[in-house]
Structure formats: C-alpha cells, structure tokens
C-alpha cells in the first residue's frame, strides 16, 4: 500500500501526462478530421504542443495528414507515464508489458474523447440555435470532429425530421469498442 506522498505524486504524474497526451490527442484527431485549424481552440493546443513537435519533425515526417511525430510522442509518454506509476508502486513489469498497456490506454482515451465530444455536441445542439454548430468555437470544432463518425449514420438512417438518432448510434458502437479495448 502506497503512503500519502507516494499517492500524491501518483496523482500528479498521472494528472500532468494525461492532460499533455489529451491535447497531443486532440491536435492529431484534428489534424485527421480536418477540423478548423484557425479555430481559438484548435489554436491554443497547436501552441501547447508544438515545441516538442516541431523537433521530432525533423527526424519523423507526417505521412500524410498522419502526424507520426505526434503519434510516437504520444506513444512515449504514456510509456513513461505508466513505467513511472509501476515503479512507483514498487511493481516490476516487462517494458513489453507496458508497451502493450500503453497502446491499450491510448486506445481507450481516444475512444472517450469520441464519446465526450458526441455529449457536448448534443448537448450543445439543445442548447444553440441552429442545430448548435452557430458561432461558438467548440461548437464548431466538435461537430468537425464528429462528423466523420455522424455523416455516415446520418445517410443510412432514414429521416426522421427534428430528431437526430445518429448520436445515440455512435455512442452505442463507441461503448462496444471501449468494452473490446478493455477486454484486450
């Protein structure tokens, strides 16, 4: 059993590399999506996550509107995240090990940033005049990070005039993809 220090610098380990690795997240969705790059949101994170970026591009290119060096930087902080909160906790795992929990994470993360902007978009769309997309910045960007999940179950369900069903869909294929990363 870990004593209150060894608890508090758990928690800020973990609090500090998650967020990081949330917007490197972010700015590579966006970056995938297409999302509106001069949004101020979009904005904010380029300039929190571009010192580190603009020198792995140097040695690792994008290909194509993958940003590799976002997606290795990814990779190695979560590595070092949870070999740290290991060795914290006095437990010795295989680098292997942590590779495989490492991938599995990132996993999981995406899949609830999937899932967290679908809630806001809806909640916004209720809240917002003009279906929600209107002048509010996060509006904007989460229905351009949705949409590449929306727009085909928008064309394949049948129209049912003011309510939308696409949303509830997603959630429900996204829960199922959460409960298979887990299982992994």
């Known amino acids: 059993m870990q004593g ?35 949004n101020p949101i979009s904005q904010t994170i380029v300039q929190l996550t571009n010192p580190p970026l603009l020198l792995m591009r140097r040695m690792i290119p994008a290909w194509g509107r993958l940003d590799l060096a ?36 990132i996993l999981m993360t995406v899949v609830w940033i999937f899932i967290i902007s679908l809630v806001i978009e809806v909640v916004m769309s209720w809240l917002q005049a003009g279906g929600g997309r ?29 309510l939308d069903f696409s949303p509830m869909l997603a959630l429900i294929g996204l829960y199922i993809l959460l409960i298979i990363v887990r299982s992994i």
């Open 134 to 162: 209107g002048a509010n910045p996060i509006a904007r960007l989460v229905s351009d990070v949705n949409r590449p999940i929306l727009s085909p179950l928008r064309r394949a369900l049948p129209n049912t005039g003011a």
């Open 4 to 38: 209150p220090f060894e608890q508090i610098l758990d928690f800020l380990i973990s609090t500090v590399f998650g967020i990081y690795i949330i917007l490197l997240l972010l700015r590579l969705i966006f970056g995938l999506v297409r999302a509106d790059f001069y």
């Open 70 to 105: 976002a997606l290795v930087l990814i990779l190695l902080l979560k590595f070092v995240e949870l070999w740290l909160r290991l060795t914290l906790a006095g437990i010795d795992i295989a680098p292997g090990l942590v590779l495989v929990a490492s991938i599995r994470e």
